[in-house]
């Protein structure tokens, strides 16, 4: 429980940070996000080729070029198959994950939206067998683990009211013995 943390700290404190340091708090200045688009895994031999991902958040200004807010993401990763022996066993994989994304919105180059933070994970990876299950027990993977979240938008920085883009995102945490790094890219929508 120690690893944890650091990331724990990280995350409180961030947190707090979002909490208002002034009275002139308003609900006008809260923006939200939605993203849909593909998902995939990074682990080892057995991670499969990646499937949907969603996510969505909101944020509040903490100066004129910083927001902070927190966002959420599933992604159903795919599935794949291992045998051994004469037995075949299927993985299915997954990915519950929120975090609290500190937002740049530098005002040149081609990325409108620089966002990263603590967050923290749910990795999974569902074993689904008929028969000799007990063969392989050592693949399955349910935990909670802290990560580090960073996502890249690519939209116009003239959008008012709703903004289209495409966001380019990376998740690192750790599970059991090997890192599970998660690359996604959505279309996001920006309000």
């Known amino acids: 429980m120690s690893r944890h943390r650091p990331f724990a700290a990280a995350l409180v404190l961030a947190l707090a940070a979002a909490a208002p340091a002034h009275a002139g708090m308003t609900l006008d200045q809260w923006r939200g996000h939605i993203s849909f688009g593909y998902a995939r895994v ?13 996510a969505g ?29 004469s037995v075949t066993a299927g993985l299915d994989y997954s990915l519950f994950e929120a975090a609290m994304l500190v937002t740049y919105l530098p005002q040149h180059g081609p ?16 074993l689904s067998v008929a028969a000799g299950g007990a063969g392989f027990r050592d ?6 683990e802290p990560e580090l979240a960073t996502d890249l938008t690519v939209m116009s920085r003239h959008t008012p009211i709703v903004g289209v883009g495409a966001e380019l995102g990376m998740r690192i945490m750790p599970v059991h013995d090997r890192a599970w790094t998660l690359l996604t890219v959505r279309l996001a929508i920006h309000y």
């Not at 944020?59 to 795919?78: E, H, I, M, Q, V």
């Not at 693949?139 to 909670?144: A, I, M, Q, R």
């Open 42 to 54: 990074v682990s080892d031999s057995l991670a499969p080729t990646g499937s949907l991902s969603v």
């Open 111 to 126: 990325f409108a939206r620089l966002s990263a933070g603590p967050g923290i994970a749910s990795p999974r990876s569902d």
């Open 57 to 85: 958040g909101v944020d509040y200004p903490l100066a004129p070029k910083w927001r902070l807010g927190p966002t959420l993401s599933f992604n159903l990763l795919g599935s794949t198959n291992v045998t051994r022996g």
């Open 139 to 144: 693949l399955p993977v349910s935990e909670v």
